[in-house]
């Protein structure tokens, strides 16, 4: 780093823009969040897989938690800004305002979120083109990928939107823009989920064959055509209204974006690790995987070549981590079928009261009420006959099926808090179980992963984080600092700076190691077993889709 005035501490803002929140923190030069504030975002669900948001909401929010944090700096220096979003598809019309994507004309909801599924019929044709941009996509396109929303906006609102629309953002981007009035697009986005390649740019032939050739218009004008790596800076800074907005000094650089789930890889891949006395400390960085589990999951890798797995996005290059490729596995609904399992059973009330009395969160408790049922049970490890398959919002990877569904096997009449308590527990061991599957399906196609470094909101959930261990059989490493997708973002302004040479030295700097643990070896046996289940339960949903074919 550069040296400054001594009296004078270095801060960065880093802006994380989530499904249901929005969240600032101001991040000192050595990683540490000394500030963070939150607001909850507005969510429409007009009908079955459609999920809505408001640019202007959204950003009303940013300013909102921004100027809480900037006024903990006291005399020191806010030296960058930095946002992560969600990669949710933002409409503004030719005068930069919001154009409904719904129906009902609403101009307010004019954001598709990454979770809706409309596109289910589009993204299905895209596929079947196979087109060689799908290659770097895991093979098969995600109907949480852009092209399948715009093809359906101009399939379904040509008129109202399609026809109207003067600029498509992915929601990262949308924020550069407001903070700086430049149209540049963040390299992350476009590559991860517009089909961008970084040394060729953009292929004519393939939005001609899934027939959106009016996007080559311009030179690309609506989807972008300037185009910079992460953590650059972007445009002129940070704009006076801008400024005003989210109560910052007027000028501060601003990073180029990044998706929220690859802030939380900055986050947290790059922490230096000598001392932790771990086979990790003495293997390469492309032998980690950065899980970010919070509504949903995103399993991210690096590597120095182009590995091609089946399933799992990519290989992006310098998405990420510059000079890298990425891939990117995700599970669709984690934290969001947590809470649905647990929140749906009879038995919820009960376990409200319970820890209401006790005066604890309610997955405290659970967690403690497990362990009481564990003492209780031969072996340790209830429910031996309960499984889980975790794929209740359609499975992301590594089977990249949108269509498969949740199933739960094992139930009984029980409606009780032991009943409850089991199920979460199942499908918390699910989730890690289908964490395991991208691995392995990873490691087939040339990843050596030999730790797992997790951060978001189910990091903080012993439970989850003990079950990835010892289903993976791997160490799990924490973030000293939790929201380590907040010091992702921070990076981003500190790269921008100019305060750090390259995004690798400020992930060094600012990332930092927290709690280790490690599998335990008693259970491996069980969970191979769960293991062979899981994988038997897909074949089965399989043969059942088989024979109601045409039903």
């Given at each position: 780093?550069?040296?400054?005035?001594?009296?004078?501490?270095?801060?960065?803002?880093?802006?994380?823009?989530?499904?249901?929140?929005?969240?600032?923190?101001?991040?000192?030069q050595?990683?540490?969040?000394?500030?963070?504030?939150?607001?909850?975002?507005?969510?429409?669900?007009?009908?079955?897989?459609?999920?809505?948001?408001?640019?202007?909401?959204?950003?009303?929010?940013?300013?909102?938690?921004?100027?809480?944090?900037?006024?903990?700096?006291?005399?020191?220096?806010?030296?960058?800004?930095?946002?992560?979003?969600?990669?949710?598809?933002?409409?503004?019309?030719?005068?930069?305002?919001?154009?409904?994507?719904?129906a009902?004309?609403?101009?307010?909801?004019?954001?598709?979120?990454?979770?809706?599924?409309?596109?289910?019929?589009?993204?299905?044709?895209?596929?079947?083109?196979?087109?060689?941009?799908?290659?770097?996509?895991?093979?098969?396109?995600?109907?949480?990928?852009?092209?399948?929303?715009?093809?359906?906006?101009?399939?379904?609102?040509?008129?109202?939107?399609?026809?109207?629309?003067?600029?498509?953002?992915?929601?990262?981007?949308?924020?550069?823009?407001?903070?700086?009035?430049?149209?540049?697009?963040?390299?992350?986005?476009?590559?991860?989920?517009?089909?961008?390649?970084?040394?060729?740019?953009?292929?004519?032939?393939?939005?001609?064959?899934?027939?959106?050739?009016?996007?080559?218009?311009?030179?690309?004008?609506?989807?972008?055509?300037?185009?910079?790596?992460?953590?650059?800076?972007?445009?002129?800074?940070?704009?006076?209204?801008?400024a005003?907005?989210?109560?910052?000094?007027?000028?501060?650089?601003?990073?180029?974006?990044?998706?929220?789930?690859?802030?939380?890889?900055?986050?947290?891949?790059?922490?230096d690790?000598?001392?932790?006395?771990?086979?990790?400390?003495?293997?390469?960085?492309?032998?980690?995987?950065?899980?970010?589990?919070?509504?949903?999951?995103?399993?991210?890798?690096?590597?120095?070549?182009?590995?091609?797995?089946?399933?799992?996005?990519?290989?992006?290059?310098?998405?990420?981590?510059?000079?890298?490729?990425?891939?990117?596995?995700?599970?669709?609904?984690?934290?969001?079928?947590?809470?649905?399992?647990?929140?749906?059973?009879?038995?919820?009330?009960?376990?409200?009261?319970?820890?209401?009395?006790?005066?604890?969160?309610?997955?405290?408790?659970?967690?403690?009420?497990?362990?009481?049922?564990?003492?209780?049970r031969?072996?340790?490890v209830?429910?031996?006959?309960?499984?889980?398959?975790?794929?209740?919002?359609?499975?992301?990877?590594?089977?990249?099926?949108?269509?498969?569904?949740?199933?739960?096997?094992?139930?009984?009449?029980?409606?009780?808090?032991?009943?409850?308590?089991?199920?979460?527990l199942?499908?918390?061991?699910?989730?890690?179980?289908?964490?395991?599957?991208?691995?392995?399906?990873?490691?087939?196609?040339?990843?050596?992963?030999?730790?797992?470094?997790?951060?978001?909101?189910?990091?903080?959930?012993?439970?989850?984080?003990?079950?990835?261990?010892?289903?993976?059989?791997?160490?799990?490493?924490?973030?000293?600092?939790?929201?380590?997708?907040?010091?992702?973002?921070?990076?981003l302004?500190?790269?921008?700076?100019?305060?750090?040479?390259?995004?690798?030295?400020?992930?060094?700097?600012?990332?930092?190691?927290?709690?280790?643990?490690?599998?335990?070896?008693?259970?491996?046996r069980?969970?191979?077993?769960?293991?062979?289940?899981?994988?038997?339960?897909?074949?089965?949903q399989?043969?059942?889709q088989?024979?109601?074919?045409?039903?």
């Amino acid at each position: 780093m550069q040296e400054g005035k001594k009296e004078d501490a270095a801060y960065y803002i880093g802006i994380d823009v989530g499904t249901a929140s929005v969240r600032a923190a101001l991040v000192n030069q050595f990683g540490q969040v000394v500030d963070q504030a939150e607001a909850a975002l507005e969510i429409w669900e007009p009908r079955p897989d459609h999920y809505e948001q408001s640019s202007d909401n959204i950003w009303t929010a940013c300013c909102a938690v921004t100027k809480k944090v900037a006024q903990s700096a006291g005399t020191g220096r806010i030296r960058g800004l930095g946002f992560d979003a969600t990669c949710s598809l933002v409409v503004l019309d030719r005068q930069f305002q919001p154009l409904s994507v719904n129906a009902e004309g609403d101009h307010k909801r004019n954001v598709i979120m990454w979770m809706d599924h409309r596109g289910g019929s589009q993204v299905d044709r895209i596929n079947g083109t196979r087109h060689e941009v799908l290659n770097y996509v895991g093979g098969v396109m995600s109907v949480e990928m852009q092209p399948p929303k715009l093809l359906w906006l101009k399939e379904n609102l040509r008129q109202e939107c399609w026809e109207r629309a003067g600029h498509f953002f992915d929601l990262p981007d949308f924020l550069t823009w407001k903070a700086t009035g430049t149209l540049t697009r963040s390299l992350c986005t476009l590559v991860c989920k517009w089909t961008y390649s970084p040394d060729r740019g953009w292929d004519d032939s393939f939005w001609k064959e899934i027939g959106l050739e009016d996007l080559l218009d311009e030179n690309y004008a609506r989807i972008g055509n300037q185009v910079v790596s992460p953590g650059s800076s972007v445009g002129n800074n940070l704009t006076p209204e801008a400024a005003r907005d989210l109560g910052l000094p007027e000028g501060i650089a601003v990073g180029a974006s990044l998706i929220d789930a690859h802030a939380g890889g900055l986050g947290v891949i790059g922490a230096d690790v000598t001392g932790c006395h771990l086979p990790c400390e003495n293997q390469p960085i492309t032998s980690r995987l950065a899980l970010i589990c919070g509504t949903s999951s995103c399993h991210m890798a690096i590597s120095e070549s182009p590995l091609f797995v089946p399933g799992v996005w990519g290989p992006y290059y310098s998405a990420m981590v510059p000079g890298f490729w990425l891939n990117e596995g995700g599970q669709s609904a984690t934290g969001k079928l947590i809470d649905h399992v647990v929140q749906s059973h009879d038995g919820f009330t009960e376990l409200q009261k319970e820890a209401e009395a006790r005066g604890q969160h309610v997955y405290t408790y659970l967690n403690h009420y497990l362990d009481q049922l564990r003492a209780s049970r031969p072996g340790g490890v209830p429910a031996p006959d309960l499984h889980v398959w975790p794929d209740f919002h359609g499975n992301r990877s590594p089977l990249a099926d949108v269509s498969l569904k949740g199933m739960v096997v094992g139930l009984t009449l029980s409606r009780g808090l032991d009943d409850l308590a089991l199920l979460y527990l199942a499908t918390v061991q699910s989730i890690a179980l289908g964490t395991r599957h991208i691995l392995e399906t990873m490691k087939v196609s040339g990843h050596h992963i030999g730790s797992l470094f997790l951060c978001g909101g189910l990091s903080k959930n012993p439970l989850f984080v003990q079950m990835h261990a010892d289903i993976t059989g791997l160490p799990v490493i924490l973030s000293r600092e939790v929201e380590s997708v907040l010091v992702g973002a921070a990076i981003l302004g500190a790269c921008a700076s100019g305060d750090f040479t390259s995004i690798q030295e400020a992930m060094q700097t600012m990332a930092k190691v927290g709690k280790i643990i490690l599998p335990n070896p008693e259970h491996k046996r069980f969970y191979e077993k769960k293991y062979q289940v899981f994988l038997r339960l897909y074949e089965h949903q399989r043969e059942y889709q088989a024979i109601m074919a045409g039903y």
